[in-house]
């Protein structure tokens, strides 16, 4: 399954969402099934692997990535996709999901507390290669008049990551 959708892209964390740069992705989360999906942006500058041309350089203290992505589907049906594939491990076999503080694995229910967010979710990616860097990547969804918001930020865990060689996005697009 995949959730295709357009998305609002930010490169920069600190811009409100709206963000102010746009860019349409036909599969901006491709829940698919692992195998031959390479999930690492790698060592060579620029990276010629797909979807790691957003490099960023310490705009959070440590390097970071910050999307929004629009989906034509309830949050319930968004969760339950981005569940089931990260799940399993997602495109490439490397994501895990993370226990959240409702008590659940990957996504928690925040539609009892009336925050205006349905769903928050954290993942953890790690990449191939040999020194396997973990990223963390936080996931909030929210009703929309034509579906769901999925908001996604993904930040390098290692302490000094100025540099991600684009990374953190394929992080959140690979998702």
Known sequence: ASLNGSSRESLDPRA??????????AAAFVCAAAGGVVGSCGGKAPSPVPDCANMDLGTCGNACCKLAIEVSMSTTEAMQTLNSSLANGGPDGYYTLQPTAEGTLGF?????????????????????????YNDTIDITLKTTSTGSMIKAFSTSLVGGALGDNGQNYKNIKMA
């Not at 409100?16 to 992705?25: D, G, H, N, Q, Y």
């Not at 928690?108 to 290669?129: A, E, W, Y």
């Open 16 to 25: 409100p969402f709206p963000p102010t740069l746009a860019m349409r992705c």
């Open 108 to 132: 928690g229910d925040l539609r009892p507390f009336k925050t205006g967010f349905d769903f928050i979710g954290q993942v953890h990616h790690m990449t191939s290669g040999p020194k396997h």
